[in-house]
Each structure stands twice: as C-alpha cells, then as structure tokens.
C-alpha cells in the first residue's frame, strides 16, 4: 500500500511538473511572443482613451460602422476613460507593460481574495485560453475578476461594498445584475449607495465631454448591432438560427428583464454564495456583446463554490476547442461555452465553503 501511495506521489509531482512548464510556455506565446493575435489590441484603446481625457478630446467616436474590429472603437463610460490617465500620460511600451503585470495580479489576487490557496488552482486558471486571451488583449475581465472577489470579500461591509460594486459596473455595464443581487439579499441600502457612486463619479467623468453622454445611448445600440450576433451570449444564439445582426441584438436587450428576474429568483431560493456565482454567470449570458475571455470570470464562480483544487477547475480548459474571441454564429460553440459557465454551479458547494457560509464569515 505504501509503495502504491509512492508511485501516486510521483506521478502527481510529475504531473504538475509538465502541466507547470505548459503553462509557463502558454504564458510566453500568448504575452511575449503574441500568440495567434496581435497583443494589447484592447488596451490600445484605453491608452488612446487615456490620452484624449488627458488632452480634453473627446475619446467617443461619432458612429461605428464597418467590420468588427477590436479595438476600434472606445465605448465604455467615461469614468473608464479617466481611469486610464496615468497610463495614457505614460509611452505606449511602458504602459503595456505596466497593464500585463497588472491583468496578471488582478487574475491571481482574485482568485486569493476567494480563499483559493492550492497553487494548481492558479496554474488552471493561468493557462485557460480564456485568461489568456484576456490578458493577451488587455481586456477588463481579469479587473472585472477582481472586483468581483472584492464584491464578495466584502459583502458584509456597506460603504466599500457599495464603491466596489459601483467601480464593476462602471468598468462593464454588463455586472448592473449586481445591484439585483443587493437588492434580493437585503442590502437595499447598498444598492441606493453603489446607485449614488456611479451617478457621482459618472457626472464628473463625464463634465468635459457632455454632448458625448447624450450621444453615448446611441453608441451602445450601434455597438449592439454590428458584434452582439458574432459573441457567445443570447444574441449569437438568435444570429446561429438565422437572425439578422438588428434582430440579434433585439433579442438581446429583450433578454435583459429576464436575466434580472432570474437573478431575483437565484437570491431568493439559492445559498448566497450560490446565488452571487449564479448572478455572475447571468451577467456574462444576459451581456449584449459576449466575447470568450468573459468566461474567464467563470473561475470566479467555480472559486466561490470550490476553493480547493477540483475537477470543476478544469472546466473552463475545454474552451480550448475554440479558441476564438468571436462565435460567427456557430450554435456549438455558443453552447459549449454556456455549459461551461453554467457547470460550476451544478457542482456542490466545497464543505470549506458551507461552513464558512454558515458561521457568516466575511472572508472567502
């Protein structure tokens, strides 16, 4: 029996050996070398945002129109725009570097806000194609991971609740079922906060460039038209039976009150660990525009119902079948992608989780 345990030792650290050195060489391909994709397309825009906040140009565009392209076109609140200053003040080479490290720290210490300590956890989540690709583009989402964990780490704090909250909305607008989670769960109060903040910090964001708040409405339908079809949520579902890109992005916004409802439900019937998971995975399926490395938060909701290493860490890695940030309307993709976001939650709570839940222990 010993000897039996020895050579499942072995095997074990030789595992995690090998697994180990692929990540460390995904980690190249994909933020040295650039993997399949040019690098930092996303972050190109915030740092061009930055720039113009800084300079007082106005970062919106007056319409998008043409192909799908990221990194085109600004969209994202104001506040996001102010956010980027210090970078967009800094030499592009610098300022991507700096972003790179911080996308990396944001993936990890989220994943340490939500008591995961097993470091294969964090080699699993690493070399996701879905993380990858999220850094690799210097997206939001590794941000929007942390705000999150923080969302969670501080659910019984009022004030920072509410400002973290604010902050995740305002960084994608695709997380208001938050404030439906607030609601459910009785922290009314928190919602009027968070509601307050965004207002708040959104108007003096926006002070230099109020023509483009009135416009910016418009901008979001636009954007809605020309790429929800061609994403993974409920709008590249209609586009893979036919629907046109308008009638795409119609279902959408008409899936909007459903996803609020469904929240609503998960508060009132689930754990509450259970049902901010289920909150977040609503927000990524009831977005408008859904691209894969917004499945990277779906580590977020395995961390919070699974804190230990476990099968349901390897969830997200069947994503590698299709690497691509867009779905072009493929049904099979858009439903693969949805099981794996939705798998995390048809798992049982980790006992680790339960007890915490139960005893009302404020951290993860």
Not at 52 to 70: E, N, S
Not at 220 to 233: M, P, R
Not at 265 to 272: H, M, T, V
């Amino acid at each position: 029996m010993a000897a039996k345990r020895g050579w499942r030792n072995e095997l074990e650290t030789i595992a995690f050996a090998v697994f180990a050195i692929v990540v460390v060489v995904l980690l190249y391909t994909f933020l040295i070398a650039g993997g399949t994709h040019p690098r930092l397309e996303d972050f190109h825009t915030f740092w061009l945002a930055g720039r113009d906040y800084l300079h007082h140009r106005d970062p919106y565009p007056a319409r998008i129109t043409g192909r799908i392209i990221h990194g085109e076109w600004f969209v994202y609140p104001a506040p996001v725009a102010a956010l980027f200053v210090p970078l967009g003040a800094l030499p592009y080479s610098v300022a991507a570097g700096v972003m790179t490290v911080l996308l990396l720290a944001a993936t990890c210490g989220a994943l340490w806000l939500l008591g995961v300590r097993d470091v294969r956890c964090y080699l699993v989540s690493l070399g996701s194609v879905v993380v990858l690709t999220a850094v690799n583009l210097g997206t939001m989402t590794p941000l929007l991971m942390l705000a999150l964990a923080g969302c969670w780490r501080l659910r019984r704090r009022g004030w920072p609740l509410a400002a973290t909250i604010a902050a995740a909305v305002l960084l994608k607008l695709f997380l208001w079922p938050l404030l439906v989670w607030t609601l459910v769960t009785g922290r009314r109060r928190v919602t009027v906060q968070a509601l307050l903040i965004a207002s708040v910090v959104s108007l003096v964001a926006w002070l230099p460039f109020a023509g483009s708040l009135t416009h910016y409405p418009s901008l979001l339908h636009q954007l809605a038209v020309h790429e929800a079809w061609a994403g993974y949520g409920v709008a590249g579902l209609a586009a893979s039976v036919g629907a046109s890109h308008s009638a795409a992005a119609l279902v959408a916004t008409a899936a909007l009150p459903l996803v609020g409802i469904s929240v609503w439900f998960a508060g009132r019937r689930l754990s509450e660990r259970r049902a901010f998971a289920a909150t977040i995975a609503l927000a990524v399926v009831g977005s408008p525009v859904v691209w894969l490395h917004y499945f990277a938060l779906a580590f977020v909701c395995i961390a919070l119902l699974s804190p230990a290493f476990s099968l349901a860490w390897f969830a997200p890695l069947a994503l590698w079948v299709t690497p691509w940030q867009q779905a072009w309307g493929d049904g099979w993709r858009i439903v693969l992608a949805l099981a794996v976001l939705a798998l995390p939650l048809a798992a049982r709570a980790a006992p680790r989780a339960r007890s915490a839940e139960a005893h009302g222990i404020v951290s993860a």
